[in-house]
Every structure is written in structure tokens, then in C-alpha cells.
Nanobody, 126 residues
Framework: QLQASGGGWVQPGGSVRLSCTYS????????IGWFRQAPGKEREGLSC????????YYADSVEGRFTISSDDAKNAVYLQMNSLKPEDTAIYYC?????????????????????WGQGTLVTVSS
């Protein structure tokens, strides 16, 4: 199970950190990552990882601004989002699946993901 939190309203240029707590698996058994869905748009893969040692995937739209990290002791994965733009406004979801890297890259559809957390809304506006 996955539980996302940390969304809210932020001004352009600001920062937000999202949290996703997980249970029922160990980090490394599944790929875990963050997606978002803006109104009228498809769900987009942002960043996925297995363990920190293996590195992480970032979509071009967030590379250099967003950072995924984990805290194994807390069974949590985070998404630090900096330099936020109005176009980052969306519902953000965490997800876990053995094949999540393919979904993150847009090669497989989100419908194939086994585990989704509930979304958390991030609104970037002045």
C-alpha cells in the first residue's frame, strides 16, 4: 500500500516536498516512483527509482528541479520539487511496480501499474 502526502499551494519559484509511505514490500523489491496528472492531460511519469545506489530516472520536464529520495527506516520515498512553475500544477501520485521504469518512460501505460497511492494536489500560482 502507498500513501502520498505533502501537496498544497505554492507560489511560482517555490518548493514543496511530497512524501509517500509504503508497506507490504521492501525498497528494492519494486520500482517506486512519482507521476502527475494535470487537468485534461494524461498521467505523466516524473521520477522512478529502486534503491539510491542504482540511481533514478527523471523526465526531461523535471530534471534538475525535482529530486527523488528514500528513507528505508521510515518506509518512505520523497519528491523534492524546486523552482516550481504554474505548469507543474497537477495531482501527484506515487506508484510501485516491478515494471515501473517502463511506465515512467512512457513505454507502458499507467493502467499496468499494480500499486497506486491516492493523489495529492499541488497548485502553483501567484
Amino acid at each position: 500500500q502507498l500513501q502520498a502526502s505533502g501537496g498544497g499551494w505554492v507560489q511560482p519559484g517555490g518548493s514543496v516536498r511530497l512524501s509517500c509511505t509504503y508497506s507490504g514490500f521492501q525498497l528494492g523489491e519494486l520500482v517506486i516512483g512519482w507521476f502527475r496528472q494535470a487537468p485534461g492531460k494524461e498521467r505523466e511519469g516524473l521520477s522512478c527509482m529502486t534503491t539510491p545506489a542504482r540511481g533514478a530516472y527523471y523526465a526531461d520536464s523535471v530534471e534538475g528541479r525535482f529530486t527523488i529520495s528514500s528513507d528505508d527506516a521510515k518506509n518512505a520515498v520523497y519528491l523534492q520539487m524546486n523552482s516550481l512553475k504554474p505548469e507543474d500544477t497537477a495531482i501527484y501520485y506515487c506508484a510501485a511496480d516491478t515494471q515501473l521504469y517502463y511506465v515512467c518512460r512512457g513505454r507502458n501505460p499507467p493502467s499496468e501499474v499494480a500499486h497506486w497511492g491516492q493523489g495529492t494536489l499541488v497548485t502553483v500560482s501567484s
